[in-house]
């Protein structure tokens, strides 16, 4: 009797624990920023669900981002793509590598923008290694450096200046009509708007949250921040965005969105704005004129829970397409969208099952330049006929691209290893035209 007296008290006191462990803290929004005016909530489903129910790791084969678990028999339909392709010829064509950091020991250049009136680009040096490459964080690699914006001249293959600018950053934005670039600080919720030509710090602005990337419209004056307002290590509460109107420094509105907006891309004929969210990725396009969200979708739902991670995103201006990023392990590749109705064309498949991430159209020759930081290299997408057709050498664990195909250069942004410096691969884009039959204007 004693014996069953004993596991009844045990049980009793550990179901009190379970109880205490699920309690929730909320916090309230931070009273310095603007109250969202706009509400797009999706239905979180997750809310709904039991918490013995969750998976981890999120965001892997088994475990969407959200962390519910992925059924293996998956009945969805299945895209098609090259999914068959395994090889894909590596060609090195490059003119310069650049060591970034201004001298100084720097991992996690990610995010690049182009300088069409100079050629500069533009670096963000995050400080940390992710994509799963040596020396990522969220695998027990440490931070190095990091904190500063860098500027390249890829002709000359030199670094101009690495400058201080906000926490962490991420993704630069260049604006060559105001003299500006614009420095998402994803560590301290900032916007750094620096001087094109010596980086000088024009002003800071406190957006909150974890700013990652801007879509700018130069008309209006007028971008689009995923990831503000307010600051949580939760992918699920990092679920607002805000338009800063960078003539006048305000915050014109911050509203609610699917959580994790990463990826822009800016139609600026059009004055709209379209997002990726890493959440659920759904696409979300924004009229930049009235500040309005006027439509929203989720591509990857034609291809069922094996999508997910939808973080990168660009667009081919003539043909009205999107190319979202999918980064799940069991699925990757680039997920083909019609802009209009938002729903999935195809899928591009990489060679090798590698993972996609910063991304690049080169709307002149029909191709797409993608980076693959698990293949140190940069893969080439044929746009007519959606097919990987080669890979570029580069440096170490790339995490972005950017082509210029008025001077014939593409630039890659390597976050390096735990051992090696981060730097910026400069290669030459008429070999790589030469290389696919393409014939261009200024390659002989």
């Given amino acids: 009797m004693k014996k069953y007296l004993i596991l009844l008290i045990s049980l009793i006191v550990a179901c009190s624990q379970g109880s205490s462990e699920n309690l929730v ?39 969407d981002p959200q962390g519910n678990p992925i059924s293996p028999g998956n009945n969805s339909p299945q895209p098609q793509g090259n999914i068959n392709q395994t ?9 310069n590598t650049i060591i970034l950091g201004g001298g100084r020991n720097v991992r996690g250049a990610e995010g690049i923008s182009l300088d069409t009136t100079t050629g500069y680009m533009y670096i963000g040096l ?4 992710i994509s799963g490459c040596e020396g990522d964080v969220g695998l027990g690699g440490e931070p190095i450096g990091g904190g500063e914006l860098s500027a390249i001249n890829p002709i000359n293959g030199v670094e101009i200046f690495s400058v201080k600018t906000g ?38 602005i406190n ?57 822009m891309a800016v139609d600026q ?11 659920d ?47 799940q392990s069991s699925a990757t590749g680039l997920i083909v969208i019609d802009e209009n109705n938002l729903e999935a064309i195809e899928v591009i498949r990489f060679a090798n099952n590698k993972i996609p991430w ?34 570029i050498q580069v440096g170490e664990c790339p995490y972005a691209v950017s082509i210029d195909t008025k001077r014939k250069v593409g630039v890659s942004t390597n976050q390096g290893t735990p051992s090696i410096n981060t730097s910026a691969t400069v290669f030459d884009l008429c070999k790589v035209y030469k290389k696919l039959g393409k014939q261009a204007d200024g390659c002989s």
């Avoid at 090889?87 to 090195?92: A, D, F, M």
């Avoid at 995050?126 to 290694?129: E, H, Q, V």
């Fill in 207 to 263: 957006i909150g949250g974890k700013p990652h990337q801007g879509g700018l419209d130069f008309s209006t004056g007028k971008m689009v921040i995923g990831n503000t307002f307010k600051s949580s290590e939760d992918i699920n509460q990092q679920k607002y965005s805000s338009i800063l109107n960078v003539d006048t420094l305000e915050i014109e509105t911050n509203f609610e969105s699917s959580p994790g907006a990463h990826g």
């Fill in 126 to 129: 995050n400080g940390s290694i």
């Fill in 269 to 279: 004929e059009n004055d709209l704005i379209y997002f990726s969210s890493v959440g």
């Fill in 167 to 204: 926490g962490s950053p991420i993704w630069p934005t260049v604006d060559s009509e105001r003299g500006f670039v614009y420095v998402m600080g994803s560590g301290d919720g900032t916007v750094t708007t620096h001087n094109l030509e010596n980086g000088a710090i024009i002003n800071t």
């Fill in 281 to 327: 990725g759904q696409i979300t396009v924004v009229d930049i004129k009235t500040n309005e969200v006027i439509k929203t979708g989720i591509p990857k739902q034609k291809y069922g829970s094996e999508f997910g991670g939808n973080n990168m995103l660009t667009r081919q201006s003539k043909t009205g397409r999107l190319f979202q990023a999918n980064t």
């Fill in 358 to 391: 910063g991304l690049w159209v080169d709307e002149t020759n029909d191709l797409l330049f993608a980076a693959l930081p698990n293949a140190d290299a940069i893969g080439v997408v044929d746009l007519q006929s959606l097919t990987h057709v080669l890979n």
């Fill in 25 to 63: 803290t909320t916090t309230m929004a931070p009273t310095t920023t603007m109250a969202p005016t706009t509400t797009m909530a999706p239905t979180n489903n997750q809310e709904k669900q039991n918490e013995s129910e969750k998976c981890e790791p999120v965001n892997t084969a088994t475990c």
């Fill in 87 to 95: 090889k894909v010829e590596n060609i090195n064509v490059t003119l």
